[in-house]
């Protein structure tokens, strides 16, 4: 079975930043898509971030230019570098991918447990 782990959750100030990182563990074929969600305090899902296999990336517009996502394939494991934080940007920040478990399964989407982010004075 696969398993998402995140890391790297806190409180920052302001204009400070913060490094998410998640981790896919089990066993697996491969891993296609990897993305960044969060969901704010009365706030509805939201992506932030999403990354192909192959590097590609998209952003929401609240985060374009400050948020960095990447990934490291041979570690299974997708970043998200935020920059100049905003007391908007609190949220819980779970990682989802699309993964094919074995040559005879199809591909389906994992998310990780999610880890809270609170950018506050």
């Known amino acids: 079975q696969v398993q998402l782990v995140e890391s790297g959750g806190g409180v920052v100030q302001p204009g400070g930043s913060l490094s998410l990182s998640c981790a896919a563990t089990g066993s697996f074929h491969t891993i296609y898509d990897m993305g960044w969600y969060r969901q704010g305090p009365g706030k509805q899902r939201e992506l932030v971030a999403i990354?192909?296999?192959?590097?590609?990336?998209n952003y929401a517009d609240s985060v374009k230019g400050r948020f960095t996502i990447s990934r490291d394939n041979a570690k299974n494991t997708v970043f998200l570098q935020s920059n100049s934080l905003k007391p908007e940007d609190t949220a819980v920040y779970s990682c989802?991918?699309?993964?094919?478990?074995?040559?005879?399964?199809?591909?389906?989407?994992?998310w990780g447990q999610g880890t809270q982010v609170t950018v506050s004075s």
């Open positions: 989802n991918a699309d993964v094919r478990p074995s040559w005879t399964l199809a591909r389906s989407v994992f």
């Open positions: 990354i192909t296999r192959g590097g590609g990336t």
